[in-house]
């Protein structure tokens, strides 16, 4: 699944870095949010590749209510494996999801891998998640590469991944969109699994984002701290 705003020229690289994995067995499916360009690209990739599809919205949604809604509406069954690139990252591993497939293969519920802001291989946060951890209480650790069988997604309140208002999260949505799952793993007795492995390269580098919508690092920090004191609900 690909959020995608305003990164038509990072697209392509993000579909090679698909294209380039060892496990074959995948689908894209490239969510565009209200950029034009970015969708007429999606579109290209899309009429050469038929397990490629494309949607567009025309309303701002930003990334977490773009991937809900793309997840709620779509024909993808319980029993897959979702996987979230942010429309100007790309993998940097050719066996990310071969990585992945073993995980579930072995009883994972939701899996991730370490990610580099940086050709140097630095900047990295991801780790394991204790199985007696409460993870709205213990540092984030589920950053990208991040993935979730659909089967848990479904048995998510919603309410999750919304503010008091009913708005899906426009910033946090990592920790929004994961840490509820996580929660329900670790309550459940759930497998959940970290790959040491970097398989994902972050973009700093896009620009495109208009500057009234830029992350901010202490609204950012606000929301996360928001969604981990409010905690789970059922």
Not at 3 to 13: G, I, K, T, V
Request: aromatic share 14%; charged share 20%.
């Amino acid at each position: 699944m690909v959020p995608a705003f305003r990164c038509s020229p990072y697209l392509s690289d993000l579909y090679q870095s698909v294209l380039d994995q060892s496990y074959q067995s995948w689908k894209l499916h490239i969510a565009v949010d209200t950029c034009q360009e970015s969708y007429n690209k999606a579109l290209e990739i899309s009429a050469d590749d038929n397990r490629v599809t494309c949607s567009f919205s025309k309303n701002r949604l930003y990334a977490l209510e773009n991937i809900s809604l793309s997840l709620n509406s779509s024909k993808i069954s319980a029993n897959s494996i979702v996987g979230i690139i942010d429309g100007d990252d790309r993998l940097i591993n050719p066996n990310t999801f071969a990585l992945l497939s073993e995980a579930y293969e072995r009883g994972a519920n939701l899996a991730w891998t370490k990610y580099t802001w940086d050709d140097n291989l630095s900047n990295c946060i991801s780790n394991t998640l204790p199985a007696d951890a409460n993870p709205y209480l213990y540092p984030w650790v589920s950053s990208h590469f991040r993935t979730f069988g659909k089967w848990i997604y479904d048995k998510i309140n919603p309410a999750n991944f919304k503010d008091p208002n009913g708005v899906y999260f426009r910033r946090a949505y990592d920790q929004a969109l994961m840490l509820p799952m996580l929660y329900y793993c670790n309550r459940a007795g759930l497998k959940t699994s970290f790959i040491p492995e970097f398989c994902y390269r972050y973009n700093h580098e896009n620009t495109a984002t208009p500057p009234e919508e830029h992350t901010q690092g202490s609204y950012e920090g606000q929301l996360a701290q928001f969604i981990r004191t409010r905690g789970y609900i059922e």
